[in-house]
């Protein structure tokens, strides 16, 4: 009988042998939580559609960020829902606006790296990224609109600012109005392909979105990769620091080319949808929800991206140290 003469198997012994020959990891310091804030509420609010996801009032940025700390995780992405919205978003900008002191606390008492996410469908009542004029965004008074909160966030304290609106030339007018305001160490963490997706409506019930139609004319369709590029490409010429892509897992291919194409750190947003599914399935035992998070991180992660915006990170942090 002739045996095998290479035997992948050596490599799989044991737990040691596989975590030492091991291509690809993941550490807490990857992962970027969101943390939704809304001055509407005094006491913490789950999200029904996204199970061990709250929404905090701003009374709880102190002990947020202990926890998040305690957890190993070091990056933060802050999205606010505000009391009133109009058809501007006119909220989005004020330096005492939710985001702003969401911020700011947090600044204040934690040493975490804060990324500020930019955008106005929580802000506006329609619900669009901009400003909508005659049933269409007006791209270029939303980019002046972008520059006014992005220094407002960046006043507050915000470490990265993330505009998240697909708006034509944004990366170029909040970098312009950033250095205009001495914010010039503020990195631009850039959307730079985002998809017109359906994973993202447990996110919408979070921020109680008022958003009701079709994003498709600024965000992209699913069919499209060269375009991503096209997208990245302008993106990282008007000065973005880091490039992201969202969502993540139905777009690993993206995420692979981009890494192959461009040098900057690169982002992936595994999004509400991503998330909801995996706690779904594993509520009802249909899957080991903790490996699934686990497989469904490190993936991303393989596919390129140097970091992952995701609602488990501290749950992912957990785990790590448990497997220690």
Avoid at 113 to 138: A, F, P, Q, R
Avoid at 251 to 271: G, K, S, T
Wanted: charged content about 25%; some cysteine.
């Amino acid at each position: 009988m002739k045996y095998p003469e290479v035997r992948m198997r050596r490599l799989r012994r044991n737990r040691i042998i596989e975590d030492l020959v091991a291509e690809t990891s993941v550490a807490s310091s990857d992962f970027i939580l969101p943390l939704f804030f809304d001055e509407n509420i005094s006491t913490d609010r789950p999200v029904a559609s996204m199970p061990g996801v709250v929404n905090h009032p701003l009374s709880r940025y102190e002990q947020v960020g202990s926890s998040i700390e305690e957890s190993g995780v070091k990056s933060v992405i802050v999205f606010g829902t505000p009391k009133n919205k109009d058809m501007y978003g006119s909220q989005a900008s004020l330096s005492n606006g939710v985001s702003q002191r969401a911020i700011r606390g947090l600044k204040d008492n934690s040493n975490l790296v804060v990324i500020s996410d930019l955008c106005m469908c929580e802000y506006t009542d329609h619900g669009h990224c901009g400003i909508v004029h005659d049933g269409v965004i007006d791209n270029d008074k939303t980019l002046l609109q972008y520059g006014k909160i992005a220094v407002s966030q960046a006043e507050a304290g915000a470490d990265i600012i993330a505009p998240s609106g697909m708006m034509d030339g944004q990366v170029s007018a909040i970098r312009m109005a950033l250095d205009d305001a001495n914010f010039s160490d503020v990195l631009i963490m850039a959307y730079s392909a985002k998809y017109c997706s359906s994973f993202y409506g447990p996110f919408r019930d979070a921020v109680n979105s008022s958003f009701k139609g079709d994003r498709s004319t600024y965000q992209m369709q699913c069919s499209n990769s060269r375009e991503a590029m096209r997208e990245i490409a302008l993106d990282v010429n008007e000065g973005a620091d880091i490039i992201m892509i969202k969502p993540a897992l139905p777009y690993m291919d993206i995420i692979h080319e981009a890494r192959n194409r461009f040098d900057n750190p690169i982002a992936a947003y595994q999004v509400s949808g991503e998330y909801a599914m995996i706690q779904a399935a594993a509520a009802n035992n249909w899957i080991d929800g903790d490996h699934a998070m686990m497989e469904s991180l490190i993936s991303i992660k393989r596919a390129g991206a140097d970091m992952i915006i995701t609602y488990f990170a501290e749950k992912a942090a957990e785990e790590l140290r448990r497997m220690l």
